[in-house]
Nanobody
Framework: VQLVESGGGSVQAGGSLRLSCVAS????????MAWYRQAPGKESELVAA???????HHADFVKGRFTISRDNAKNTLYLQMNSLKPEDTAMYYC???????WGQGTQVTVSS
């Protein structure tokens, strides 16, 4: 079972990034998926989640700016991040929480 994230990088405030997470070794379409992030010196926090039927949840601090989605045909989870702020700087992790599987993370750095 493996989750591999990509799409992180460095952008200026107000910019956009799209994170991707490709899953293998799991029945992706039937599993709830989520994005978490962890900034240096801070605890991990849930950014967004999507159920197997496509129902989404976004943390208040990203509502209106980030959008989680999934493409079950491609076994891929996405996080579209718009209007990025310096406080969004963190390592972002893809997770199949119910399976106890996490990706290795992708770094997002937003400069002011």
């Amino acid at each position: 079972v493996q989750l591999v994230e990509s799409g992180g990088g460095s952008v200026q405030a107000g910019g956009s990034l799209r994170l991707s997470c490709v899953a293998s070794g799991i029945i992706f379409s039937s599993i709830p998926m989520a994005w978490y992030r962890q900034a240096p010196g801070k605890e991990s926090e849930l950014v967004a989640a999507v159920s197997s039927d496509g129902t989404t949840h976004h943390a208040d601090f990203v509502k209106g700016r980030f959008t989680i989605s999934r493409d079950n045909a491609k076994n891929t989870l996405y996080l579209q991040m718009n209007s990025l702020k310096p406080e969004d700087t963190a390592m972002y992790y893809c997770a199949a929480v119910t399976e106890g599987v996490w990706g290795q993370g992708t770094q997002v750095t937003v400069s002011s």
